[in-house]
């Protein structure tokens, strides 16, 4: 059996001198508004797991109410949501990330996100792909306000399980 997931996040510009986006720091001349560390792609990279799975959603496993997840490392997130995947009998595929940033320029580093994302979810590295765009100067991502993420997600059950 296999199941496909959906996530998506959007985080607002505050103060900060850089962000943190799969993983990597990215010198910026802002940070994000978040409870966590407001790395959108490890964000949307898990809501897209905990839905393929039928498991709900990050608010709902580490709510930003909660202070354990005050400045919480998202990689430390999702390699619970991983350890949660696995007691479930589900196995990561592949996943398909696409960060929306007007700035900063993202591409000179999504290897080193891939790497970190392969690393967490433990696959390999080709089993994880991200890619970054803009929205051409329109909308408020287009004004610079924030950055957002999409990611897609395909589990398969483990071998003989009946999830």
């Known amino acids: 059996m296999m199941r496909i997931g ?22 910026h001349s802002a940070g994000l508004v978040a409870h966590s560390d ?12 905990l839905g393929a799975a039928g498991l709900g959603d990050i608010g709902g496993h580490f709510p930003d109410t909660d202070a354990t997840y005050a400045d919480a490392d998202s990689r430390g997130l999702l390699r619970r949501v991983v350890t949660l995947l696995d007691a479930h009998q589900w196995q990561v595929v592949n996943a398909d990330i696409t960060i929306i940033a007007q700035k900063p320029r993202v591409a ?7 790497a970190h994302i392969a ?15 803009t929205t051409e100067t329109l909308g408020y991502i287009g004004r610079e306000e924030g950055i957002a993420c999409h990611a897609v997600t395909l589990l398969m059950a483990r071998t003989g399980t009946e999830v």
Request: proline content about 2%; charged content about 20%; overall charge negative.
């Open 6 to 27: 959906h996530g998506f996040d959007v985080h607002a510009f505050g103060s900060g001198d850089h962000v943190i986006l799969g993983g990597e720091k990215i010198a």
């Open 38 to 49: 407001g790395d959108v792609v490890l964000h949307a990279l898990c809501d897209a797991l």
């Open 119 to 133: 690393s967490d979810l433990g696959v390999a590295h080709l089993a994880v792909n991200v890619k970054a765009t």
């Open 108 to 114: 000179p580093h999504t290897e080193a996100m891939r």
